[in-house]
């Protein structure tokens, strides 16, 4: 049985695997229908004995199983089809729960492809129970009715278990101890002793991640003092006083809020959230330029290269008029030199940017992340602001200390990310949102195009008329190469197929990952310059791509894209103040595709898109492996458990208030060094 529960996906290995491989629903043996009383359409559970089990080949060579069972009201037929292995799962003798809706085929009642829980060997029935209905592995052959008294076994073996949570918190969210709760989630004596168990055990899993990440945020903030910046110096006023333009309340706020982390000797670790097209490239800049204006240099990454390029680009352009002092110079004063550092950068250029960096003659420096790693001599080295989420642990901040002495850091997300998420995302650092759009920003049409050539046709004969009007438009693709394993769009022969048909005649551009970095670069030049009427693309464009006469986005398979990533698509038309359209071709044939090409059609708010997206796809799907932990939600869900999220922020502050290093609660630490490993193990030395 160990061998079979180790195949298990995910495998368990462990007595804390095995207690934490919870029942995904339970069968209420005192609430269950008979056979002889289920009505022709009505759906039910019912508990029956299996008296017989067959299997034949039928049409297509598909195979149709065929059982009946019995209670102590009747008999019933079952049928599957296309689920061959239900023959060696449910064998004359075996206890199954079934649950389907009733139907009469050449008439006899019967259950069509009915949901299916083993309960056991006949005989070994409980009546009167709760009976829990475990998570199965076909692939391991371990069925619900073994891991049940494997289950019963352990709790007996481990007796007490250690308790995480002080008596006061206990106390106060009104929960069980964890003893109890676990003998509850697994064999219950009523759904109300259940419930009891998830709600605690649900909290635990929040309760782990905070502590985490509350202990790392104090851990940041105590760390050796870093940098007081000159917050009152001419260069920041100069820079927003010349804007052509007024900052919406939210850039106010968010300059405010970096402006007295800065002023602060403790190192700025602080999110900045901002809807598409907000003005976060603004915001970043007058960091940078806080840095700048007291004599220290700003580091600028980004996760591409096109992006690199574009941020230079606007940064070098934003910053021209603005000048510092330079005692060298006729006028002892020079420009703001902003220099661009990417892995094709060649080696006279590097050795130009080392040397400007080391007399500090260099006061930005914009770059891929490969920054971090890179040989950059940075002098006075004050603040580095990270574009796209990127995550930092133990290693990168070591990283960041070496390039600097301790450098403020912000973080920016173009990626709307729900309250109650971003607290288990980001919840070690300061956050600043950015809902307001600048002026001049309008509302782009979206619509969803269906598989009918005459509707794709309307789609392209509105971006013709916009490119014969002056302006330009993107078509995305979900791959480069087509692949015989995916029916999705490929950059390079909708480019082609585009060429020659629906487009013929206008000046099409490519441009995707795999491309030549100076291919990229030529071909993003060409479509800044107007040069290029229409960009193929892959999601490579996704981020940070600005050209505002562009007002056409057309998706190929948009419903194989995430909600996220589809709002990020449409944010790059819309940017010049035209009107503006999205047109998503899809034909969804799941209910979480038609859900997102809905909330497409709904919403322009990229953060109510993100919380649409969490409830349909979860909240493992959304973050992934962004965040350590998010995959140990097992009860809970997000963002259903707001509430939990807050309840667990403040307890975890009570306990390590409390107790700081968690010496007293030796058993919190390891389960928290457990979850996010050894990004926090070395805050909880015993």
Known sequence: MLEKLAAMAPPIESVLDLLGHYPRRYHDRTRQAEIADLEVGEEATIVAEVRRVSARVIRNRKKMVEAVVEDSSGLLNLVFFNQPW?????????????????????????????????????????????????????????????????????????????????????????????????????????????????????FDEFLRMQVGLVARKRALEAEASGIAHDVDGELVPRFLDALPFELTGDQHAAIDAITADMASAVPMHRLLQGEVGSGKTLVAITALLIAVQGGYQGALMAPTEVLAEQLHAVATDTLSTLVVPSEGTLLAERPVSVALLTNKVGAPERRRIAAGLGSGDIDIVVGTHALLYGDAPFTKLGIVVIDEQHRFGVEQRALLRGLGEAPDVLVMTATPIPRTAAMLVYGD????????????????????????????????????????????????????????????????????????????????????????????????????????????????????????NATVMVVEDADRFGLSQLHQLRGRVGRGGGESWCYLFADPN??????????????????????????????????????????????????????????????????????PGLAQNRALAEEVEDLLGDDVEFLFKS
């Open 86 to 202: 239900r023959e060696k799962q449910i064998p004359p003798g075996t206890e199954i729960a079934l649950y389907g809706k009733l139907e009469v085929y050449r008439g006899k009642r019967q259950l069509t492809n009915p949901i299916v829980d083993v309960l056991g060997r006949a005989g070994d029935t409980k009546t009167g129970v709760v009976m829990p209905i475990y998570p199965q592995s076909g692939k391991a052959d371990v069925s619900s009715w073994e891991i049940q008294p494997v289950v019963a076994l352990t709790l007996d073996w481990v007796g007490e278990l250690a308790e995480t949570l002080p008596e006061s918190v206990l106390t106060e969210l009104k929960l069980i101890d964890r003893t109890t709760a676990y003998r509850d989630i697994h064999a219950p004596a009523s759904g109300r002793d259940a419930a009891k168990a998830q709600r605690r055990l649900r």
């Open 429 to 548: 650092l300061d956050r600043s949102e950015l809902r307001q759009m600048p002026p001049g920003r309008t509302p782009i049409t979206t619509e969803v195009v269906g598989p009918s050539p005459h509707d794709r046709q309307a789609a392209y004969d509105r971006l013709r008329a916009q490119v014969a009007a002056g302006r330009q438009a993107y078509v995305v693709c979900p791959l480069v190469e087509g692949s015989p394993k995916i029916e999705a769009k490929a950059a390079t022969e909708e480019f082609e197929a585009l060429s020659g048909g629906e487009l013929y005649g206008l000046r099409l551009g490519l441009l995707h990952g795999q491309m030549k970095s100076v291919e990229k670069e030529a071909a993003m030049a060409a479509f800044r310059a107007g040069e290029t009427q229409v960009l193929v693309a892959t999601t490579v464009i996704e981020v940070g791509v600005d050209v505002p």
């Open 590 to 659: 799941t209910p979480d595709g038609k859900a997102r090409m809905a909330a497409m059609v709904e919403s322009t708010d990229g953060f109510v898109l993100a919380e649409r997206d969490l409830e349909i796809r979860g909240s493992g799907q959304v973050f992934g492996e962004r965040q350590a932990g998010l995959g140990d939600l097992k009860l809970g869900k997000l963002p259903r458990d707001e509430k939990y999220v807050l309840f667990a922020r403040e307890a975890a502050e009570e306990i390590l208030d409390a107790d």
